[in-house]
Structure formats: structure tokens, C-alpha cells
């Protein structure tokens, strides 16, 4: 039996979602839509493979686990599903960047093998506890002002996947001979991941206007993320404040030493000893949990 809750939300998004749906903190906006573009076929990625490595599940609990990790991440599919295709409809080219990421993923399930597909879904989940809990943790900063049904969503996402954040690994280490065959395969999977993060950039600055979208997509998630919070961060230290302003950050509110720690944590979180019970775990997902328990409205439960 695996602890975790299939939570069935009904979801629903119009043309009336805007695409700069995060006017608050515009870098967060660009990277919402990332996530969602990038969530649908990831997600659609590990039920095909975990769906083809179940019979060599030879654990129960491993096998009752995978099946409800695969549920929720199902759920998830659907729900960012909404989301994409609303973005879709107001700008149909985006069908064309949708497409060019699926394949992407399809060509994974092509020409590699079971061992390579747990360690890339073991992999990227454990890097979302350590990156989910800053989001959680600076959730008004970060999502405050936006767009109520985004926000909720991707919220109610990091949530998830905190939950089930052992799953993706304890399928890994039952189907994979050494404890480091998934850090083996780290450099790919990192490698992969940017490439679908070019491929949705590229599109977004294809098929948006720069009207609607704001900035370049492509520079905001290849440079400005990183490369803002630094100059940020470093500048004030040796080179004394700067006359222009910096681009809106996503982490503004967040202290150094906070995204130091979770640096490390994502570094360490590729570490073949890596254990996620371990993690610090951001408070505000009990009380989403909770709110949820009591039956409240979690399709628009931030930002109301
Ligand atoms: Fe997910
Ligand atoms: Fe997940």
C-alpha cells in the first residue's frame, strides 16, 4: 500500500488565462509556462516508461508505489494539459513547440533503456523537493498578485511532488543494478532537460508577441534566472550598487544563504547515497493539505 493521495481537481482554464499571467514577478511568469509545457509531455514520459518496467517489479511495496506515483503523475498531465491548451488556443503555433517537445521525449523511449529511464524521472524528481521548498517557503513574493488559477495549480503541483518525492527513487534503486548508475546518468539527463527547456523557449519567442509575452523567454530562462540573482547578489559586495536597475527576480525575497542551501541540496540530490526522507520540508504543503481535507476550493485556493 503507498501512502500517497490521488487527488482528483477539477481544473479549469479559458482563453482568458493570459500568458503574462505573473505581472508581479514576470521572470516567475515565463517559468510557469515553462513548467506547464514541459510537465504534460515529462509526465506522459514516465507512464509510458514505468508502464513498460512494471512487470520487472518484483517488490510489492515498490510495485504498489509505482502505481500510485504513475496515478498522480497522471493527474498532473491532465491538469497542466488544461493549462497548455489554453495557451495553445491563443496562440496556435504553440501546437508546433508541443509537438517538438513530445518528440523529445519520444525519442527517449526510442533508443534508451529501462535502467536510463528510472534514473532520469529518479533524478529530476529529486531535485524538485530542495527547488519546490524555496518556491513554497517565498510563495507571496513569488506568486502573490498573479493569476489565482496558475498559481494554484502549479502550487498544488510542488506539493505533489513533494509528497511522492521518494517514489521516482525507490523504483530506481529496485530496477537498476548500483547505486550509481542514476548519478551515471545525471549529465545526460541535465543535458536533456535544458534541451527541452531551448525547444519551449525558442517556440514561446516564436509564436507569442513580444507584447504578450514581455521579454525574451529564450534569455529569461537560459541567463536572466541565473545571471540576475549573481549580479544581484555579488555586485552590491565588490562593485557597489549598480545605477540601472536589475530585471524583476524570482528569488528577490529570498535570502543568499537560503538559495545557497539549496544549491547544495540540489547538487547532493544527484549524490548516489541521496536519501529524500531526509529533506527540510516547507510548511505551507501541510496546510494545503489540510485546506484540501476540509474540501476547499484549491482551484483557486492561492491568491484569493
Ligand atoms: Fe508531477
Ligand atoms: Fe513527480
Redesign the pocket.
Known amino acids: 500500500m503507498s501512502d500517497l493521495v490521488i487527488r482528483k481537481i477539477p481544473w479549469t482554464f479559458d482563453t482568458a488565462v493570459p500568458f503574462r499571467w505573473q505581472p508581479a514577478n514576470p521572470l516567475m511568469g515565463i517559468f510557469g509556462n515553462v513548467f506547464t509545457f514541459f510537465a504534460v509531455p515529462f509526465?506522459q514520459y514516465?507512464i509510458g516508461a514505468l508502464r513498460d518496467a512494471e512487470h520487472l517489479i518484483t517488490d510489492p511495496a515498490v510495485a504498489a508505489e509505482c502505481r500510485a506515483?504513475v496515478r498522480?503523475?497522471a493527474q498532473?498531465s491532465s491538469a497542466h494539459r488544461k493549462h497548455l491548451n489554453s495557451l495553445i488556443k491563443q496562440y496556435p503555433g504553440l501546437e508546433e513547440t508541443r509537438r517538438e517537445v513530445t518528440d523529445r521525449f519520444d525519442g527517449l523511449l526510442a533508443t534508451r533503456g529501462i535502467e536510463f529511464h528510472v534514473s532520469y524521472?529518479a533524478d529530476?524528481?529529486a531535485t524538485?523537493t530542495p527547488l519546490f521548498k524555496v518556491f513554497l517557503d517565498h510563495r507571496d513574493s513569488i506568486f502573490g498578485g498573479g493569476d489565482p488559477r496558475v498559481a494554484s495549480l502549479i502550487l498544488w503541483h510542488f506539493v505533489?511532488?513533494i509528497e511522492?518525492r521518494s517514489?521516482?527513487l525507490a523504483i530506481c534503486a529496485h530496477l537498476t543494478s548500483s547505486r550509481w548508475t542514476r548519478t551515471r546518468f545525471a549529465p545526460a539527463t541535465a543535458g536533456h532537460v535544458l534541451g527541452v527547456i531551448e525547444t519551449i523557449t525558442r517556440g514561446f519567442d516564436r509564436h507569442v508577441p513580444e507584447a504578450d509575452r514581455g521579454m525574451s523567454a529564450y534569455r529569461a530562462m537560459r541567463s536572466d534566472v541565473v545571471l540576475s540573482e549573481l549580479r544581484a547578489r555579488l555586485r552590491p559586495r565588490f562593485r557597489g550598487p549598480r545605477r540601472n536597475p536589475l530585471p524583476a527576480r524570482i528569488f528577490h525575497d529570498v535570502s543568499t544563504r537560503e538559495l545557497a542551501g539549496m544549491i547544495g541540496r540540489l547538487i547532493a540530490s544527484q549524490a548516489p547515497y541521496h536519501n529524500p526522507a531526509d529533506q527540510p520540508l516547507p510548511e505551507w504543503a501541510a496546510v494545503w493539505m489540510r485546506a484540501y481535507e476540509r474540501g476547499a476550493d484549491m482551484t483557486t485556493f492561492f491568491g484569493r
Open positions: 509526465e514516465i506515483f498522480q503523475e498532473h524521472i529530476i524528481e524538485f505533489e511532488e511522492h517514489s521516482g
